[in-house]
């Protein structure tokens, strides 16, 4: 990679923490904290390895980005704008508005978004779901590529019912390693170290989830 290709990459994610801002503060609601976050591995993944035909979203071959947290709108949507699919007459005055289609979490009424997301979690079991109907149901040559988890945003510490899915959400996409083959790229909002840290009276009921997944 070089010096020019790391500086285009930067201004790529400044571009993104600036539409994030920008939409938000027109809409006068929204989270652009939880957007800035994560600029940067955005900028990266869209930049380098995001293989996806934006004019043709329906295409087999494009791989599938889904955000568990989507609160996070913001940052997808400045991702469309960077890719040329919205305008930022749109981005800025439609995000939050009533009857736009930038609504506060992204839904499937734009074509490039799969599923709707918005609890955090849900993005792992969704795009494990997305990669074996593609596998198994639509039957698509698809590549061996690993289903891939990014991290953004905390443990959902204070969601009872969300503690003791992560583990099973990840044993589920290692087992897809193999069998199925999009790129599946998971905003996830769970991390199953920091539950293991906060929830260490449950360790136990993990690992043998874990395990049990895992066979």
Same mark, same amino acid.
């Given at each position: 990679?070089?010096?020019?290709?790391?500086?285009?990459?930067?201004?790529?994610?400044?571009?993104?923490?600036?539409?994030?801002?920008?939409?938000?503060?027109?809409?006068?609601?929204?989270?652009?904290?939880?957007?800035?976050?994560?600029?940067?591995?955005?900028?990266?993944?869209?930049?380098?390895?995001?293989?996806?035909?934006?004019?043709?979203?329906?295409?087999?071959?494009?791989?599938?980005?889904?955000?568990?947290?989507?609160?996070?709108?913001? $940052?997808?949507?400045?991702?469309?704008?960077?890719?040329?699919?919205?305008?930022?007459? %749109?981005?800025?005055?439609?995000?939050?508005?009533?009857?736009?289609?930038?609504?506060?979490?992204?839904?499937?009424?734009?074509?490039?978004?799969?599923?709707?997301?918005?609890?955090?979690?849900?993005?792992?079991?969704?795009?494990?779901?997305?990669?074996?109907?593609?596998?198994?149901?639509?039957?698509?040559?698809?590549?061996?590529?690993?289903?891939?988890?990014?991290?953004?945003?905390?443990?959902?510490?204070?969601?009872?019912?969300?503690?003791?899915?992560?583990?099973?959400?990840?044993?589920?996409?290692?087992?897809?390693?193999?069998?199925?083959?999009?790129? $599946?790229?998971?905003?996830?909002?769970?991390?199953?170290?920091?539950?293991? %840290?906060?929830?260490?009276?449950?360790?136990?009921?993990?690992?043998?989830?874990?395990?049990?997944?895992?066979?």
């Amino acid at each position: 990679m070089t010096l020019q290709t790391l500086n285009n990459i930067r201004e790529l994610a400044q571009q993104l923490r600036v539409g994030s801002v920008r939409c938000t503060t027109a809409a006068g609601s929204g989270h652009p904290t939880s957007s800035m976050s994560a600029a940067d591995l955005m900028a990266v993944l869209l930049a380098r390895h995001l293989r996806y035909h934006w004019q043709r979203p329906d295409d087999p071959a494009n791989d599938h980005l889904i955000f568990s947290k989507g609160h996070a709108s913001p $940052l997808l949507y400045s991702m469309f704008k960077a890719a040329g699919v919205i305008s930022d007459e %749109k981005l800025i005055n439609g995000y939050r508005r009533f009857g736009s289609v930038l609504q506060g979490h992204p839904t499937p009424v734009l074509p490039w978004i799969d599923v709707a997301t918005g609890s955090l979690g849900q993005g792992l079991p969704d795009g494990v779901g997305v990669v074996l109907a593609g596998r198994y149901l639509d039957e698509l040559p698809l590549p061996a590529r690993r289903p891939t988890t990014r991290r953004m945003g905390r443990a959902p510490t204070t969601m009872p019912a969300a503690v003791g899915i992560p583990w099973q959400e990840r044993a589920s996409a290692d087992r897809c390693h193999g069998r199925a083959g999009h790129q $599946l790229i998971s905003a996830a909002g769970n991390d199953p170290h920091r539950i293991h %840290k906060n929830r260490s009276s449950g360790q136990e009921q993990h690992t043998r989830s874990e395990e049990r997944w895992r066979k």
